[in-house]
């Protein structure tokens, strides 16, 4: 329970830094600024697993598909680059593309075991936006 309002509360400061509603789900169309997370090639799988259990609207299927691409595009970057799954990767992330996933993976389920691999994925794309906010 603990780690459940540790992880709301992570989600409000987050969601507030990114003015984000659950309606503003876009398509990362637009030439936004971008970020440049830091993750290990498990966390981005991890990601991508995730935000495949958890349902969509039919207005969200755009949006899901950009986010799912860009962190399979990592995935498959890192694997041709012989990267292992505990190694870090550095990869470019719109914006919206970062809002998108953090608005989605909110809605997913998951078990208290997952709860420090959720928390180190939010993580990395709150560290991502503050070296943007910084430059």
């Known amino acids: ?74 995935i498959e970057s890192a694997t041709k680059a012989g990267k292992k799954d505990d190694d870090a990767i550095t990869f470019d992330m719109k914006i919206e593309q970062a809002q998108n996933m953090f608005t989605l993976m909110q809605r997913g389920s998951l078990k208290g075991a997952e709860a420090d691999k959720f928390n180190e994925i939010i993580q990395a794309l709150k560290d991502a936006v503050k070296a943007e906010q910084g430059k």
């Not at 540790?6 to 659950?22: C, K, P, R, T, W």
């Not at 030439?31 to 997370?37: A, C, H, L, N, R």
Request: proline fraction near 4%; charged fraction near 20%; aromatic fraction near 6%.
């Open 1 to 74: 329970m603990k780690n459940l309002s540790i992880a709301a509360i992570v989600a409000v400061l987050f969601i507030g830094s990114f003015e984000l509603s659950a309606q503003s789900l876009t398509p990362a169309a637009q030439s936004p600024t971008s970020i440049k997370p830091k993750m290990k090639v498990i966390d981005v799988k991890a990601s991508v697993q995730f935000l495949g259990g958890i349902e969509i609207r039919g207005t969200e299927v755009d949006a899901y598909l950009d986010t799912r691409k860009v962190l399979t595009d990592a």
